[in-house]
């Protein structure tokens, strides 16, 4: 009987031919290219059952879990890495509805999964986070954890801001059920390690907070060190001052008879209070640059006197057309008549 003939050599060649392809083709038609197999790859997802498409997932499951087990460490930071950059391209350029979609759906498929799982599976995962949190924990610098927490608390004020008042009585009557069931279930043990991990991070932040103290003295000291006699003197000025304003609205909320003096407070030290702002003195009563009665021959722009001159338009060669007309859906953003106009 005669040996079969392998057909690898013709794989080869219609790899190398295909890698030949691939190289020479323009952007155009590479985009052409992808559309192309995005719409096959669409309708093929459209006929298929729930039983192919299981099979599909789980034979890509299998070849994706077969193809991580075989790379090494090298080829797993590339691949995070290529991913982690693929990702931000991708949030970068998709738009808010693109972005609401995206998190929609995945709301629902980890929504779906979550149900699914058994208690087992929920124990394997969580515990899976834990220690994977742990070790990014572990890893992250100074930077980073400052990075995280502020990025982690601007997502929490403005999850509160945009929740409704049933929202916050559903999220804090979860938040209470969930820490009573956590402390009706926890042992005697657990019990005392969570007070003894209580007072540790009350001890950290009592020491947190002395450390920036000592530091924040030690600054003022430097500062006050290298200041000049000037400096000091309008420093002391300005403290004199900012007392005798607290004074006076301390003794203007016991007698408020005399609250009339706190709005006739003199403007006495003029020189660099713009930094020091004080709002009960009525600096317009003090001060007076006149109105706004000089007019550009060249854009017909306001100015004040003594403004100088080429300020608005540099002497007419700064030229700004008429804007157009904004089109209709942009108007409704940005004057509130749509229902995403908060978001925009």
Sequence with gaps: MPRKRSNLS??????????LVR??????DREARLTSSQERQARLRATETSAQRESRLSSQRSQTEATRIRESMEQREAR????????ALSRESETFTDRETRLSSQSIRTANA???ETPEERETRLTADREAHALS??????TDRETRLNSQRVRTLLSRELESSSDREFRLTADRERHNNARILESEDEYRQRLQTTRENYELIRLSEENYLLAERERVREIRHEETVDQR??????????HTVSRMLSSSIEDPENGAEIDILPWVTKEKSGYLYLPRIDYSEFASIGGMEICCQFCHALKWRKEPNGICCSGGKVLIENFHELPDFIK?????????????
């Design 80 to 87: 995070l890495f290529t991913d982690r950059e693929a990702h």
């Design 23 to 28: 190289s020479q083709e323009t952007e155009e």
């Design 137 to 142: 924990r572990e890893s992250e610098t100074f």
């Design 332 to 344: 409704a953003l940005l004057n509130g008549e749509h229902p995403q106009s908060k978001h925009f």
């Design 233 to 242: 003197q309008s420093r002391l000025n300005a403290d004199r001052l900012q």
């Design 10 to 19: 013709q794989y080869s060649r219609n790899a190398k031919r295909m890698r």
């Design 114 to 116: 979550r149900s699914q």
